[in-house]
């Protein structure tokens, strides 16, 4: 399992990677090996304003479907187009390419809140 130390995560399974206060949002390493093959990922329109804890979007796997929530508050400001023609760069590329929103954060220190990759490693565990 791999767990990214640039970026901070919720227990949900999301992370956040900090550009100002631009946000790059999306699921872990553990989610994605969790929920197997990914086919389809269901993504908000560029624009839409969610609020922290809120689902904004849902990941479909040859296992199950699971809602996707936003680890901030703010407005979606980019939405990977790529994951409509290639859902399994979830699985390929976790922290990279199989991204999903970026988010124009209302409350860049909602950041703070979230989990390093220490914490969430220790929260995996204990699962």
Avoid at 71 to 84: W, Y
Avoid at 97 to 118: C, D, H, M, R
């Amino acid at each position: 399992m791999t767990y990214d130390p640039d970026v901070k995560y919720q227990k949900s399974h999301e992370w956040a990677r900090k550009d100002g206060t631009l946000f790059t949002i999306g699921i872990s390493d553990y989610a994605q090996d969790s929920l197997g093959d990914v086919v389809f990922v269901e993504l908000p329109e560029k624009g839409k304003v969610v609020q922290k804890g809120e689902a904004f979007g849902v990941v479909e796997s040859v296992k199950a479907a699971s809602d996707v929530y936003a680890p901030l508050s703010g407005t979606i400001v980019e939405v990977n187009s790529k994951l409509k023609e290639d859902p399994a760069l979830v699985n390929r590329e976790p922290f990279g390419a199989g991204w999903f929103v970026k988010i124009q954060a209302s409350n860049p220190t909602e950041y703070e809140e979230l989990l390093s990759a220490t914490e969430y490693e220790a929260f995996v565990k204990g699962l």
